[in-house]
């Protein structure tokens, strides 16, 4: 499907209900000025404020305004992955609802995409306006990653970035994937992965949704998202190659063990223990085992994909314009 407009501007939210109304304001007035054509989409992911109704108000105002309402809080990664999968735009922008990002970025960041030739372009909040709290943490956290991908990035969690709408189709997010897009995006082929230093606002209204066992959590992501990335369409290249190797040390030790007890009866030397009075034989034993055991869960694992294609976990509840 090509797209109809020259921006989607996806808003995850969760119980935002104060600072929308002047954020839709402004990214309108940001917009209009450049002349894009564009649409808001607002994901509120199961908000119990009234965030829902000040959507549907802003909807009657403002044309380019779509709404999105999960049926129950699923998660920034799975609202994000609603919103992706309902843009129309050529180039699509994500940013929080909190007023902590500022849209004036977004003419920037779009000329990235547009006219540098980027596939994606991350924000990076150089000066910060939060408690060392979360700031200590998420440098360590944007480090270690950094070092793992390989891709130069100083923030990986910021909610300002902008996407090729060709890279926004190749997504699938669930569970927390979202901290990992650039990770996603490089392993799915789109490598043009770039940076811009974005202004940091102070919270307006509300808290935080986030605490700090994001980061306790973000690194059980990071395996995770290695795993689904690299296996999930061929489990057998792990499981197999894991349970090969397991079973070829264990039949290995089997093998010794035996031709050990050959050696000592043909030269006539006496026996000294039997073979299963040897501990290396049961741990031989448990290894040809376990071996078996990782080749068929590959070969499971392949026979399901084969069946059946991944599916979303979010339930959508209502929609504001669109068909």
Not at 253 to 281: C, G, M
Request: hydrophobic share 45%.
């Amino acid at each position: 499907m090509k797209p109809g407009k020259n921006l989607s501007i996806v808003i995850p939210l969760l119980n935002e209900e104060e600072s929308l109304a002047e954020l839709c304001e402004r990214i309108v007035g940001v917009c209009k000025e450049r002349s894009f054509t564009f649409e808001i989409i607002f994901v509120d992911d199961g908000s119990t404020d009234s965030s829902w109704k000040v959507i549907s108000s802003l909807a009657s105002q403002f044309p380019e305004v779509k709404g999105i309402r999960l049926s129950k809080n699923f998660g920034k990664s799975a609202a994000l992955d609603c919103g992706f999968r309902a843009a129309l735009g050529e180039v699509v922008i994500t940013l929080d609802a909190d007023l902590q990002d500022s849209p004036d970025e977004i003419p920037a960041l779009a000329d990235m995409i547009r006219n540098e030739n980027f596939d994606m372009v991350s924000g990076w909040k150089k000066k910060r306006h939060d408690p060392l709290s979360k700031t200590i943490p998420s440098k360590f956290f944007n480090g270690v990653t950094a070092l793992f991908s390989g891709i130069k990035l100083h923030d990986f969690n910021c909610g300002l970035k902008a996407y090729d709408y060709k890279l926004v189709r190749s997504l699938h997010l669930y569970g927390e994937m979202h901290r990992y897009i650039p990770l996603l995006a490089k392993w799915n082929g789109f490598t043009r992965i770039g940076e811009k230093i974005v202004e940091h606002r102070p919270r307006k209204f509300g808290k935080t949704k986030f605490g700090i066992e994001r980061f306790m959590y973000g690194f059980l992501d990071l395996l995770s998202v290695t795993f689904v990335t690299r296996f999930a369409n061929r489990p057998m290249h792990l499981f197999g190659t894991l349970g090969t190797l397991s079973f070829l040390v264990g039949l290995g030790l089997v093998i010794k063990i035996i031709w050990e007890k050959i050696s000592a009866i043909y030269q006539h030397l006496p026996v000294k223990r039997e073979v299963v009075d040897q501990p290396i034989f049961f741990i031989a034993l448990a290894a040809i085992i376990i071996g078996v055991q990782l080749f068929l869960a590959g070969f499971l694992g392949e026979l399901i994909i084969r069946q059946q294609k991944s599916k979303g976990d979010s339930v959508i509840s209502e929609k504001i314009g669109m068909e």
